[in-house]
């Protein structure tokens, strides 16, 4: 954990800041995760706190319940001692006292107390802020907290999506703040220097395991022998846990291809997309493409150098106060340039993106937002994170782009152009007869078995410019001829 005058001060800005956008009576709720099962109630996935909890009150334990008063000016942190159960069965535990000391809190209580507190604030007609819950256990809480229903049959069936929009509880106002989203988002999203330096701890570890990959990489292996290598990489760099499901596939065309089955053979290429979660909770995420056996062949080189191309233009395009769409649209249409250079599309360049016709080979989007999330509060809504408010594109492939605004010093992000030839997406297009203008479908015939290409770096926005986080472990190498794990 960090020292306990970082959790304070964070608390500390995120009441000035409610205090000056609000001006008006409130707490702000933080509700810690319990442990989640997987089949039975004692056989849990591995735990994992909340980020925004994190962030505030540090402890990356269950059940917990932070609160923020914006008004007194005073920080609470309740949640059970251990009793002799848990004693035997998980060892001795950190009392609430400690674990509130440990984040500069001394008003500590019980789950009970908790709800005392609770129920005279509602009583008093204060303000409950909270953010947007997205577990079906967070949202059966506050339900019962708010009184808004007896916990009920229908409750046990219902998605928590789903609970908040489309049940009739919705008509029940269990409404998020959005003022504590905005305020919350806007201290995430900017790094400080002790943030930065865990992230960097992240990406180095990641690297190795994607240059660990290129080392072992062989014709007749499994992708699941070539992933083992990576989690042993990351477990021997003290990391217990990858912060997303891997991505480990010869079929990179598969955005989250999440199949380990195949068996690497001479000629395919290797995507390895992963990152891991360091002891702070901090992560990152790389994606490098390779060759199996070493060697691009020539039609492997061309796509390979036009995706190269379009991650140069995005990094030379990164500095604060320029939107990420633009940056987007940058890498957008060097991939349109190189596809048309080698005769896959044709017309004009920004024609082409404006109309989004490249996202038949490019249907995502050029990078998100990293820190403790991999797509960083994402669970916040991207319309906050990544649009600062405004509407999202409908538009088939820019629908995707989780990040479009202005950038800011202290913006950690990811930089991942791919190029992608996806059979099921060609032949609808080509059977709808679309972007006929821009499309050479019949050029596209020898690449349906070719698979895809995506690299991934994690940068800093810096005063200047950008910056990026941990060492390369992008091929570069592979364009003059070498081989990847050289
Ligand atoms: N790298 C995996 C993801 O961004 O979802």
Redesign the pocket.
Known sequence: MFKSEIYIQRRNRLKQQLSSSIGYSGIALFIGHDESPINFTDNCYPFRQDSSFLYFFGHNLPKLIGVVDIDEGIDYLFGNDAGMDELIWTGPQPTIKELGERVGISRTGSIKKFESFFQRACSYKRRIHFLPPYRKETVFKLLKWLRIVDISSELDILPSQKLLSESPLSSMKLQPSIELIKAVVAQREVKTDEEIAQIEEAVNISAEMHIEAMKVAKDGMTEQQLLSAVYKKMFDHGCISMA?TP?ATTRGETL?NHFYGNTLKKGDLFLL???VENSMHYAS?L?TTFPVDAKLTTIQKDIYQITLDAHKKAVSALAPEVPFKDVHFKASKAIVKGLKDIGLMKGNVDDAVALGAHALFFPCGTG?MMGLD??DMEDLGEVYVGYDGEPKSTQFGLKSLRLAKPLKAGFVL?I?PGIYFIPALIDKWHSEKKFLHFINYKALEPYRKFGGIRN?EDYIITETGARLLGKSSLPYNLIDGNSAGN
Request: proline share 0%; glycine share 8%; hydrophobic share 30%.
């Open positions: 997303f991505i989250h997309d992963a990152g995420d994606s998100h991999v797509h990811t991942e991934e």
